[in-house]
């Protein structure tokens, strides 16, 4: 596991659900103060804050697999608890409090909207610890984590670009954030490996999660006639427009395949189940250590989906080979020459982008047509 600092993330809900959505499997791991080890004799208590639901076949989907196989490595040494569906706002405040007080030791945030509360609530709760994923802030207790979804994204792009006719890719986008413009930029890089020129059209949806809204913007797309469809979304909304539309696709987060299997090429993928189960033994056994976490392709953190049935065999052998150079460090997707929309060289030849640069990354590249902005 590589220790460095890191990005972003977000999302959505509803209030109803804030302290309604909850969920326990008698499973359990460790903790205390920020080195003395559990043993207390009782399982110890872990819970995850969810943006969303764990029906959401995407984000929180991922997390919540992740919880799941730490219930299933520890077994009675743990109890895991969430909360779905929890609005970013000053609300997450209560939940944590709600979740402290009935005995977790650890707890994880999967938005970086929940950064403000998870900061205050570190602070008034040092023997428990916290940590959050996208997040930037880390303090004695409170620990960041992320990965480089861009290179597995980058790797999507590829197939995408493969699947191509007409050269025209629709994305249906988030944020106007760093986390998503990178992504963005390495999907396009990706298409035009394998589709040179290629160019990839945006559409801002403003949510992370709304079946409605990206199904509107996927339309959209398409009928601005995009013939692939990819997404940064947390459903599985774009591929049922593709479908309906008999278009091909990349989805993101988890494996969606079911959704539109004869559409579907491949997907970003998070594995959050190892990181959160190191974390958890570190916590119960006295080693955890607070700091910022960014995983990648060589750790196993990111990944992708299983290949569609449409994804010929030498794309799929293409996308290998650049996914070992990527783990290798040979290959970088943001490496130089690298021009934006406006033609400017951003990245010169021999140059690559560092960390910091992709994690305030403002500008999109050469092929992207849309604004890096919601205005």
Same mark, same amino acid.
């Given at each position: 596991?590589? @220790? ?102 650890? @707890? ?9 509360? !998870? ?37 999507? /792009?590829?197939?995408? /670009?493969?699947?191509?006719?007409? /050269? ?5 986008? =988030? ?23 290629? *160019? ?50 990349? /989805? ?9 299997? *004869? ?10 189940? =190892?990181?959160?189960?190191?974390? +958890?033994?570190?916590? !119960? ?11 990648? %392709? ?16 030498? +794309?799929?052998? %293409? ?17 130089? =020459? ?8 951003? +990245? =010169? ?27």
């Amino acid at each position: 596991m590589k @220790i460095r600092r890191f990005g972003l993330g977000g999302g959505l809900a509803v209030i109803a659900a804030l302290l309604a959505g909850c969920g326990t499997t008698s499973n359990s791991s460790n903790s205390g103060g920020s080195s003395s080890s559990w043993s207390s004799g009782q399982p110890f208590k872990v819970a995850w804050v969810y943006i969303g639901a764990p029906t959401d076949a995407g984000w929180t989907a991922a997390h919540d697999a992740g919880r799941k196989y730490v219930a299933a490595q520890l077994g009675s040494k743990v109890v895991t608890t969430y909360k779905e569906n929890v609005p970013e706002g000053p609300q997450v405040k209560q939940v944590i409090e709600n979740l402290v007080r009935a005995g977790n030791k650890m @707890i994880f945030g999967t938005s970086f909207g929940y950064q403000p509360a !998870m900061v205050a609530e570190a602070a008034l709760h040092p023997d428990v610890k916290f940590e959050e994923a996208t997040g930037s802030t880390v303090t004695k207790n409170l620990a960041e984590y992320y990965g480089a979804g861009e290179d597995a994204i980058y790797l999507s /792009g590829i197939a995408a /670009g493969a699947a191509s006719k007409n /050269g025209v890719l629709g994305y249906v986008s =988030p944020f106007a954030i760093p986390e998503v413009i990178r992504d963005v930029s390495a999907f396009t890089l990706g298409a035009q490996l394998t589709h040179p020129g290629a *160019k990839v059209k945006i559409v801002w949806t403003n949510t992370w999660f709304d079946p409605a809204t990206e199904s509107k913007a996927a339309q959209s797309l398409a009928s601005a006639g995009a013939d692939v469809l990819g997404q940064g979304q947390d459903s599985p909304a774009t591929g049922q427009v593709a479908k309906t539309n008999n278009l091909k696709w990349t /989805g993101y987060d988890s494996d969606q395949s079911r959704f539109a299997p *004869k559409q579907w090429l491949t997907a970003a993928v998070y594995n959050w189940g =190892p990181y959160y189960l190191h974390r +958890v033994e570190a916590a !119960m056994n006295g080693s955890w250590k607070t700091g910022s976490y960014w995983g990648g %392709l060589a750790d196993g953190f990111t990944d992708i989906a299983p290949f569609g049935k449409s994804v010929p065999l030498s +794309v799929q052998k %293409l996308v290998a080979a650049k996914k070992a150079a990527l783990v290798s460090g040979k290959f970088y997707e943001f490496q130089g =020459p690298l021009y934006d929309q406006t033609g400017k060289l951003r +990245v =010169p030849a021999g140059k690559r982008l560092t960390l910091n640069d992709i994690l305030g990354m403002n500008w999109f590249v050469k092929g992207v047509i849309g604004k890096p902005s919601a205005a």
